[in-house]
Antibody, heavy 117, light 106 residues
Framework: QVQLKETGPDLVQLTQTLSITCTVS????????VHWVRQPPGKGLEWMGA???????DYNSAFKSRLSISRDTSKSQVFLKMNSLQTDDTAKYFC???????????WGQGVMVTVSS | DTVLTQSPALAVSPGERVTISCRAS??????MHWYQQKPGQQPTLLIY???NLESGVPARFSGSGSGTDFTLTIDPVEADDTATYYC?????????FGGGTKLELK
């Protein structure tokens, strides 16, 4: 069955870099897109970016040049890296499978990341 | 970016019919999708492409709309439907979500 699982730190220091891995199973990264979505505590959902099945990426301009998404298809993993973390980056970070025309039909459980000063 | 506007909260009694609205700041054709999120959990897909019921989702849920105005209907509402509901558009880049509608049962 389709599964996505995020792994990453629960605490990151201010101005440091966040790295999260999304490991997928039950589908191929060369067939489906994988997206990153975050949710600050008590707030709504924010799309961050995507790894397309063809290997390209797309980013929300709100994150400017702070965000990088990559993948390792041999390990069925998609990676999120975001630098210069601030306290308002405290959020739960989800990866989700995208099905054309890009609705999110499977989600990971998310990883809660706190940015600490 | 396309802004999606939802009412913040609704309260209904079990057995009633409830409609949750989502208005887009510009047309999104029918590329509107709906999710349910319960506290502490990830969102789950309910409706895709405005009116298509995701596999495994009860037929009590339905969606309608096109252009800028969309509706998610639950009929009848059950106690387990207590959750926050989000709309999401994928017509314009970047994909955006509504602020969510928190559904409470009386």
């Amino acid at each position: 069955q389709v599964q996505l699982k995020e792994t990453g730190p629960d605490l990151v220091q201010l101005t440091q870099t966040l790295s999260i891995t999304c490991t997928v199973s039950g589908f191929s990264l060369t067939t489906y897109n994988v997206h990153w979505v975050r949710q600050p505590p008590g707030k709504g959902l924010e799309w961050m970016g995507a790894m397309w099945n063809g290997g390209g990426t797309d980013y929300n301009s709100a994150f400017k040049s702070r965000l990088s998404i990559s993948r390792d298809t041999s390990k069925s993993q998609v990676f999120l890296k975001m630098n210069s973390l601030q306290t308002d980056d405290t959020a739960k970070y989800f990866c989700a499978r995208g099905t054309q025309p890009e609705y999110f039909d499977y989600w990971g459980q998310g990883v809660m990341v706190t940015v600490s000063s | 970016d396309t802004v999606l506007t939802q009412s913040p909260a609704l309260a209904v009694s079990p057995g009633e019919r409830v409609t949750i609205s989502c208005r887009a700041s510009e047309s999104v054709s029918t590329l509107m999708h709906w999710y349910q999120q319960k506290p502490g959990q990830q969102p789950t897909l309910l409706i895709y492409l405005a009116s298509n019921l995701e596999s495994g989702v009860p037929a009590r849920f339905s969606g309608s709309g096109s252009g800028t105005d969309f509706t998610l209907t639950i009929d009848p509402v059950e106690a387990d439907d207590t959750a926050t509901y989000y709309c999401q558009q994928s017509w314009n880049d970047p994909p955006t979500f509504g602020g969510g509608t928190k559904l409470e049962l009386k």
